[in-house]
């Protein structure tokens, strides 16, 4: 396998000059791999003219789109780090990040100049993305260096170069900067293929932000085995470009899945609702190790007409991360026939743990990927940390050597902050974060994620939930929903209260929540939630001391 992606994306385009490798839905911007091939070379020559060299960094400010996996590639094959901040960022955000990863360059879309005398001042040279803005150079339009050789530049990166530089969400403090090798990384994009073995001809939709891991690693990826990739500017019609780019893969968090979920079953009639409840009852059987009921074959027919709704009739591996994912997307999407699983990993360390296809292992977050080690380090408490080990995990934190060495062991292992168990199949069961546990005035120790979920899961009116109590006598919830008008709605409070005692008869009595709060307003990414989507627990207790007050008095 190449050990950079220079070397990766010219061996596509020699092997594949005429197959599409960028577009946008229906088509309105298409690129094949000759074309690309060119675009980032003649990016590249920009690049050197803007004084880029092997060990810099490359900033790249913009919505999913074709120009900027472009430039991304182009930045690679001069042995440059690309960094990016997302679009939803707020300034001060942005320049921290430019502040701390030093890029030579900053190139930005058209549409984000207005913040750009917010950040500017924290990088040398800023330029257009795309067409002209204002007063600044646009990228394609700045000249190659004299005598500037492309392929001497890019046979010249090493595996050990930098690739890019990825930033943690910044849960509990300011993101920190991780930092990905070449090799390391493509190794990465690899293992998210699982047991996928039909590799060629992939095809992809890139609707995260290019900040996320997710959607870096679908660049990555892409060439390494030539993908298709289908640019989705704005993740709120993801639904829309699936029907358009009908993928053969898949990956997303899983509010994406529960996102499709509510689509579909919000078109079914009585017939196909009837042959997913028994779709949904085979998967509950095989769970429970009891023979499933055989479909019939109208049932049949009528689940395989189903996935195309969704712009899903074509996938062969579908993967969700990121977040626990709750049972009734598991079951929802086996039940349709989908070949679903799950991952477990973070952005220091990788891709560690998947399942197998099928499934046994829901509930699980699978076995160890090849080159990975994991294992369980003791805590009180059923669960206790998971340490990882791999020679292909990141080397560390950007300027932070004492949080490296705090995470990163001399003897291999990584301290991933995760909770969780080993069963004796080896499959991995992840438990909660040791930073999030909650620990009540008893002395109970409860993570917090799984309870959340449960309750997420066994109530389609809730959006978000926020499970407190830390140094209380009890566990109180914070709870808002996807339509904030129906807190005024008596029937809306009580169906919220009856999945909380269904809820509740399935926890631990420790573990069981005596008094919730139902909120106005969802939580908002740059407020409540991270850019990530991630729970700012912090932030939540603070903002809504009053309201968790209220629930112990």
């Given at each position: 396998m190449p050990d950079t992606l220079a070397l990766a994306f010219q061996a596509s385009v020699a092997r594949v000059p005429n197959r599409v490798a960028l577009r946008t839905p229906h088509d309105d911007q298409r690129l094949t791999w000759a074309q690309y091939g060119a675009a980032v070379e003649r990016l590249a020559g920009a690049f050197a003219g803007l004084g880029v060299r092997r060990g810099d960094r490359v900033a790249l400010w913009s919505h999913n789109r074709p120009e900027l996996a472009t430039a991304a590639a182009a930045a690679a094959h001069l042995g440059a780090a690309v960094v990016a901040p997302y679009v939803t960022a707020p300034p001060a955000a942005v320049a921290h990040l430019l502040r701390d990863s030093e890029p030579r360059v900053l190139a930005v879309e058209a549409g984000l100049e207005h913040s750009l005398q917010h950040v500017a001042h924290a990088v040398p040279r800023v330029v257009a993305l795309d067409g002209a803005q204002g007063d600044l150079p646009v990228l394609s339009e700045v000249d190659a260096p004299?005598?500037?050789?492309?392929?001497?530049?890019?046979?010249?990166?090493?595996?050990?170069?930098?690739?890019?530089?990825?930033?943690?969400?910044?849960?509990?403090?300011?993101?920190?900067?991780?930092?990905?090798?070449?090799?390391?990384?493509?190794?990465?994009?690899?293992?998210?293929?699982?047991?996928?073995?039909?590799?060629?001809?992939?095809?992809?939709?890139?609707?995260?932000?290019?900040?996320?891991?997710?959607?870096?690693?679908?660049?990555?990826?892409?060439?390494?085995?030539?993908?298709?990739?289908?640019?989705?500017?704005?993740?709120?019609?993801?639904?829309?470009?699936?029907?358009?780019?009908?993928?053969?893969?898949?990956?997303?968090?899983?509010?994406?899945?529960?996102?499709?979920?509510?689509?579909?079953?919000?078109?079914?009639?009585?017939?196909?609702?009837?042959?997913?409840?028994?779709?949904?009852?085979?998967?509950?059987?095989?769970?429970?190790?009891?023979?499933?009921?055989?479909?019939?074959?109208?049932?049949?027919?009528?689940?395989?007409?189903?996935?195309?709704?969704?712009?899903?009739?074509?996938?062969?591996?579908?993967?969700?991360?990121?977040?626990?994912?709750?049972?009734?997307?598991?079951?929802?999407?086996?039940?349709?026939?989908?070949?679903?699983?799950?991952?477990?990993?973070?952005?220091?360390?990788?891709?560690?743990?998947?399942?197998?296809?099928?499934?046994?292992?829901?509930?699980?977050?699978?076995?160890?990927?090849?080159?990975?080690?994991?294992?369980?380090?003791?805590?009180?408490?059923?669960?206790?940390?998971?340490?990882?080990?791999?020679?292909?995990?990141?080397?560390?934190?950007?300027?932070?050597?004492?949080?490296?060495?705090?995470?990163?062991?001399?003897?291999?292992?990584?301290?991933?902050?995760?909770?969780?168990?080993?069963?004796?199949?080896?499959?991995?069961r992840i438990v909660g974060r040791v930073k999030e546990l909650i620990i009540t005035t008893n002395g109970h120790n409860v993570a917090p994620g799984p309870i959340e979920s449960q309750l997420i899961d066994a109530c389609p009116l809730v959006a978000q939930a926020c499970l407190v109590g830390d140094g209380r006598p009890h566990l109180a919830m914070l709870i808002t929903l996807h339509d904030p008008d129906g807190a005024a709605h008596a029937a809306t409070r009580q169906t919220v209260a009856d999945a909380l005692a269904r809820t509740n008869t399935r926890l631990d009595p420790r573990e069981r929540i005596k008094r919730h709060a139902i909120l106005p307003d969802r939580w908002q990414p740059g407020d409540e939630l991270t850019d990530t989507l991630k729970l700012r627990r912090q932030r939540i207790a603070t903002k809504y001391a009053a309201q968790i007050t209220s629930l112990y008095t």
């Open positions: 004299a005598r500037f050789s492309f392929e001497a530049c890019w046979r010249a990166v090493q595996a050990d170069d930098l690739l890019a530089i990825l930033y943690t969400s910044g849960t509990t403090g300011a993101p920190k900067g991780i930092e990905w090798p070449n090799h390391n990384a493509l190794m990465i994009a690899e293992n998210l293929l699982g047991g996928l073995h039909a590799r060629d001809g992939i095809r992809e939709v890139s609707y995260l932000s290019f900040a996320h891991a997710f959607d870096r690693s679908l660049h990555w990826r892409g060439s390494l085995h030539a993908t298709t990739q289908t640019f989705c500017a704005e993740p709120s019609r993801l639904h829309e470009a699936l029907l358009d780019a009908r993928p053969t893969f898949l990956t997303g968090p899983p509010s994406v899945w529960q996102g499709l979920k509510a689509r579909l079953e919000a078109t079914l009639d009585k017939s196909e609702q009837a042959a997913l409840d028994a779709g949904i009852a085979r998967v509950r059987a095989l769970l429970a190790d009891r023979p499933p009921r055989a479909l019939s074959a109208q049932q049949k027919r009528t689940l395989a007409g189903l996935p195309a709704r969704l712009g899903l009739d074509r996938v062969n591996h579908a993967v969700t991360a990121a977040a626990p994912c709750p049972l009734a997307v598991h079951e929802f999407m086996h039940g349709l026939g989908l070949p679903f699983g799950e991952f477990w990993g973070m952005s220091e360390i990788g891709v560690a743990s998947m399942t197998d296809p099928g499934v046994r292992d829901i509930g699980t977050v699978g076995r160890p990927v090849p080159e990975y080690e994991v294992r369980i380090a003791p805590r009180a408490g059923p669960a206790g940390e998971i340490l990882v080990r791999s020679r292909l995990t990141s080397r560390g934190y950007r300027n932070r050597p004492q949080e490296t060495a705090a995470m990163f062991a001399p003897d291999g292992w990584i301290r991933t902050g995760d909770l969780g168990t080993l069963d004796d199949q080896g499959r991995l």
